[in-house]
């Protein structure tokens, strides 16, 4: 029978208003988590901003993620730097947290993605898309500006 590893969080310390960081350590590695709310103007469609630092560890790890009904744009400096939609789940995934790995997420809440994509939120409920699928021109502006370096 394999033994669960039960995470440590820090306790949550406000930051500045609308800003929270919080610390968890588990044998494997430490995480750092910090969410950051929107802008009045962003906040009817925005639930917030957040990152998550992953210190360096022997090996990966999975992850626990529970189903929030928010759509989520998630980009990581290892396997997803040009950007990916994630769908609202429908139930728990386990995610595998690489060593070293840094993630930033902009969170919509329930529908709020919709003002942003041209895509219909429930068809991508329980997916994962790229993000220059959806936002090809956008990509492609970028991509010219860098010198059709890869984005």
């Given at each position: ?68 009904g928010c759509v989520d744009l998630l ?38 993605a919709s003002s942003f994509l041209d ?33």
């Amino acid at each position: 029978m394999s033994k669960t590893t039960v995470p440590h969080f820090s306790e949550p310390a406000n930051l500045t208003a609308g800003e929270w960081i919080f610390g968890m350590k588990t044998q494997k590695m430490s995480y750092i988590y910090l969410e950051h709310s929107p802008s009045p103007r962003l906040d009817s469609v925005v639930a917030s901003y957040w990152s998550l630092r992953v210190s360096e560890g022997e090996e990966p790890e999975n992850y626990r993620v529970l189903p929030d009904g928010c759509v989520d744009l998630l980009f990581d400096n290892i396997s997803r730097p040009s950007g990916v939609i994630v769908g609202s789940m429908t139930k728990a995934v386990s995610v595998t947290l690489q060593p070293n790995a840094k993630y930033f997420g902009v969170r919509f809440r329930p529908g709020g993605a919709s003002s942003f994509l041209d895509i219909s939120l429930k068809e991508i409920a329980d997916t994962q898309i790229k993000l220059k699928d959806v936002w090809r021109n956008a990509y492609s502006e970028v991509s010219n500006v860098m010198g059709n370096k890869q984005v």
